[in-house]
């Protein structure tokens, strides 16, 4: 955040908190509402929006804390994740990140690098998204000089290759991008093919240095849309978070046996301690899995309310 603030991108004022003083400090000097991060987590689920300083104090606590034992082998049990029981067992506190809220709706964009330059971007505005703080549902495919600037920013300044994202709020008020993380890996926009090739295929011809096919049968091009409702998280959206019925749910027909995979719960929460845990307490970051029946009806749903998708609705 520093070297892109320096080379005069927007960023919120931040701060690491390592204390309760350092937190109280910190509401003390900056005007709310406040945005607390744990490092290491995503989707939205270390992410807290905290309205008034009791509030920040603990998420603050909540955040820094290693996940307690007993939490720990539920999500093991529940998630099959051992990240977090490995995390509870070490009792280390966890960095947690202070930024100022920015009012304006997400942002992203999607690099494919190699040795500080950059090869090929795509940029989104988040049209709708899940919870306060989740995932993306809906996005708008856009081609924003300042994320592209910000981009080529923290390329060269950390010399990177392969892929990255960086992630922003547009503000509501001027409609500037205001950086505020950045994910090592490839993001949910990463398979789109816009412009008649894919950032991974971009990055495979520049590294090569040898013709690649630009085109393939296998691959959904976006052509002239903007507006897509990214497929299965658009399953998971609550009704009334839709609002833009004429989007293009990228659902990849050409490969039956994914889209039925996709069809399905998360890996994760297919257990009998998911479906359980699911009764007495909802996913939020990524909205209540649905079976795939429930999934056939949303789906439907949707398409009888005016998204459009490239092929029938049959599978096998």
């Known amino acids: 955040m520093d070297a892109l603030r320096a080379r005069g991108v927007p960023t919120p004022a931040a701060a690491a908190l390592d204390t309760a003083q350092d937190v109280r400090a910190w509401c003390a000097r900056t005007p709310g509402p406040w945005v607390l991060k744990r490092d290491r987590s995503w989707g939205g689920s270390g992410v807290v929006i905290a309205d008034t300083p009791p509030e920040a104090m603990a998420a603050f606590r909540r955040l820094s804390q290693p996940a307690r034992m007993a939490c720990a082998l539920r999500v093991l049990l529940a998630d099959r994740d051992i990240y977090s029981f490995m995390e509870a067992s070490s009792r280390r506190p966890m960095p947690v990140v202070a930024q100022a809220h920015v009012s304006g709706m997400p942002a992203n964009i999607m690099v494919a690098c190699w040795r500080g330059k950059v090869i090929a971007t795509l940029g989104a505005n988040v049209v709708a998204y899940q919870g306060r703080t989740g995932a993306a549902t809906v996005i708008e495919i856009t081609e924003a000089a300042d994320m592209v600037h910000a981009a080529r920013v923290a390329c060269g300044s950390l010399q990177l290759s392969g892929f990255f994202g960086l992630d922003f709020v547009r503000c509501a008020k001027t409609g500037t991008y205001h950086f505020i993380e950045m994910n090592p890996r490839l993001t949910q926009i990463g398979h789109l093919c816009h412009n008649g090739t894919t950032l991974i295929r971009s990055l495979l011809h520049h590294v090569r240095g040898t013709q690649v096919a630009i085109t393939s049968p296998d691959m959904l091009d976006l052509g002239a849309r903007t507006l897509v409702a990214l497929f299965p998280q658009i399953l998971r959206a609550e009704a009334d978070s839709v609002r833009n019925a004429s989007a293009w749910i990228d659902i990849p027909w050409r490969h039956p046996a994914l889209v039925e995979e996709l069809l399905r719960r998360p890996w994760p929460r297919r257990g009998s301690v998911a479906r ?38 049959a599978l096998p």
């Open 276 to 313: 359980l845990e699911e009764r007495l307490r909802p996913n939020m970051p990524y909205g209540k899995s649905v079976d795939r029946s429930e999934a056939m009806g949303k789906l439907s749903t949707l398409l009888q309310a005016g998204m459009i998708t490239d092929m029938p609705l």
